[in-house]
């Protein structure tokens, strides 16, 4: 079975002098199901010029949730692996990145 990443969310809130970055990634399979249990790998570029790297696992709504606190600016993510057994990632048909600018 193939899994794909659907939509990637990103929001910010500041949380003091800082920005606090939040990203959801959605992994569906090829018949539009939400797939729970996959690990999701990202990596962030934050604001400072930093790359952070990080890991989810899928709930039961397919959602991997990230989040990641630096200063205001660009907030930029994305899936660099999707793994479960028995599915195979399919980064040609996936959304892979999102950016958000904070204010």
């Not at 090829?30 to 890991?55: D, L, Y």
């Not at 907030?75 to 999707?82: A, C, D, K, Q, R």
């Not at 599915?87 to 204010?103: G, Q």
Request: aromatic letters at 6%.
């Amino acid at each position: 079975m193939v899994t794909d990443v659907t939509a990637i969310s990103l929001t910010t809130v500041r949380s003091g002098k800082s920005i606090k970055a939040s990203g959801k990634v959605m992994v569906k399979d090829g018949n539009g199901i939400a797939v729970s249990g996959a690990t999701t790998f990202v990596t962030w570029n934050v604001p400072s010029g930093g790359t952070i790297t990080q890991t989810a696992t899928t709930n039961t709504k397919g959602q991997a949730a990230f989040t990641v606190t630096d200063l205001r600016g660009s907030y930029t993510i994305t899936v660099t692996n999707l793994t479960k057994t028995g599915y195979t990632f399919d980064p040609a048909n996936s959304v892979l990145t999102k950016t958000v600018i904070s204010k």
